[in-house]
Nanobody, 114 residues
Framework: VQLQASGGGLVQAGGSPRLSCQAS????????MTWYRQAPGKQRELVAT???????SYGDSVKGRFTISREDAKKTVYLQMTSLKPEDTGVYYC?????????WGQGTLVTVSS
């Protein structure tokens, strides 16, 4: 399984970019998908999860601002970000655990300028 994240870049505070993560090589609809992020000098933190059954959950810092969704036919999970703040800056990774094995995307950098 390979996870390919895209959509990052330099964004102004208050902006609304959308990240995408496309999976290849497996049955996407059978596993949960999660976005993590890692800010400079900080530990990686969970941002949002979209389960295979369609439920979603969010980290406290992004609740009400970010929306995770998935499109199983395209093997893609999205992260719609709104009302971005400088503290949202970081590398965003998509993640899946398949048959007990963790898979990470390569990460996409989001830089929020104030």
């Amino acid at each position: 399984v390979q996870l390919q994240a895209s959509g990052g870049g330099l964004v102004q505070a208050g902006g609304s970019p959308r990240l995408s993560c496309q999976a290849s090589g497996s049955t996407f609809e059978l596993y949960d998908m999660t976005w993590y992020r890692q800010a400079p000098g900080k530990q990686r933190e969970l941002v949002a999860t979209a389960t295979k059954s369609g439920s979603t959950s969010y980290g406290d810092s992004v609740k009400g601002r970010f929306t995770i969704s998935r499109e199983d036919a395209k093997k893609t999970v999205y992260l719609q970000m709104t009302s971005l703040k400088p503290e949202d800056t970081g590398v965003y990774y998509c993640y899946a655990r398949i048959n007990g094995r963790p898979y990470w995307g390569q990460g996409t950098l989001v830089t929020v300028s104030s």
